[in-house]
């Protein structure tokens, strides 16, 4: 009797314990939305859009403006130039890259792709006290994807909208 009681007792924690951590994951969730959702709306006033992707685009995009890597802060570099992205969504499920290096009036462009299906949204970066930019990290390997000056209060603001845009796009 005593063996079958604590037996159900002990059911009875566990299902607290799972019941307690339902609620806080949906809190954490709820939150998250909230703040997401606000986030989203500050954008869409700020560009004047009614679309949550292109104004997180557009907020990206003036993010890697203000951001860029550029001759003028590579002082006392022979080989200085100025490194500038800009991204757009060409197709479902798709992010490219345009990367644009400029340097004595020479002008390289490459083009890259994301796939955003099947990746972690989530964006990392660094920007170490040795180099003088910092480095956004791609979701699919973490090699470098981007390249911007040093700011991290400017990375982790890349960074942030990059992992929105990226959870837009994989929702279709």
């Not at 292109?54 to 200085?80: C, F, I, K, M, P």
Request: net charge positive.
């Amino acid at each position: 009797m005593v063996r079958q009681l604590k037996k159900q007792l002990h059911k009875a924690c566990i299902g607290l314990v799972i019941l307690s951590f339902s609620w806080a994951v949906q809190a954490e969730s709820a939150l998250q939305s909230d703040e997401q959702q606000q986030y989203l709306q500050e954008l869409r006033t700020l560009y004047l859009t009614k679309s949550d992707r292109e104004a997180l685009l557009r907020h990206a995009n003036s993010l890697l403006q203000t951001h860029a890597y550029r001759a003028g802060y590579q002082v006392g570099q022979a080989d200085a130039q100025d490194l500038i992205y800009q991204l757009n969504s060409p197709e479902k499920g798709v992010l490219q890259a345009r990367e644009e290096r400029r340097q004595q009036g020479r002008v390289q462009v490459r083009n890259s792709q994301l796939a955003v299906f099947g990746i972690d949204p989530f964006i990392e970066y660094r920007c170490e006290a040795s180099k003088p930019v910092c480095q956004i990290l791609s979701p699919r390997d973490n090699s470098v994807w981007l390249t911007i000056v040093r700011d991290h209060a400017g990375a982790a603001e890349l960074a942030k909208t990059l992992s929105f845009l990226i959870r837009n796009l994989q929702r279709g």
